[in-house]
């Protein structure tokens, strides 16, 4: 089957901005240390620390297709889990919230995609 081009261009600026999103974590880690739920244990500055690595990762699996699809679905997870966790106090419709949301469904449709 012949590639379709731009789904693959779409999956490659979607990984960058997934490692843009990881590095921001990585370098802004004392403004973002607000966010993190008062009930997760540690230094707020480790977690997010630990997603921006995560985002990172993701980002580099996407563009070398090494474990793309496990990557994918995992940073799905992870998307989901933070939409609820960090942006669901500000309610089902904030911004953040569905930026998280719709950020997941398109990882589920890039590791979906053979």
Known sequence: ???????????????????????????????????VPDFMP?????????????????AIAILTELQKVMACYLLAALLLLLGFLVH?????????FLKNTSMALMALLIGSKK
């Open 42 to 58: 540690g230094d707020p500055r480790i977690w997010i620390h630990v997603v921006g690595a995560c985002f990172i990762l993701a």
């Open 88 to 96: 669901w106090k500000n309610g089902i419709l904030s911004v953040d």
């Open 1 to 35: 089957m012949k590639p379709f081009i731009p789904a693959k261009v779409a999956e490659v600026l979607f990984a960058l901005i997934i490692a843009y999103f990881g590095y921001t974590h990585l370098n802004k880690a004392a403004s973002m240390s607000g966010w």
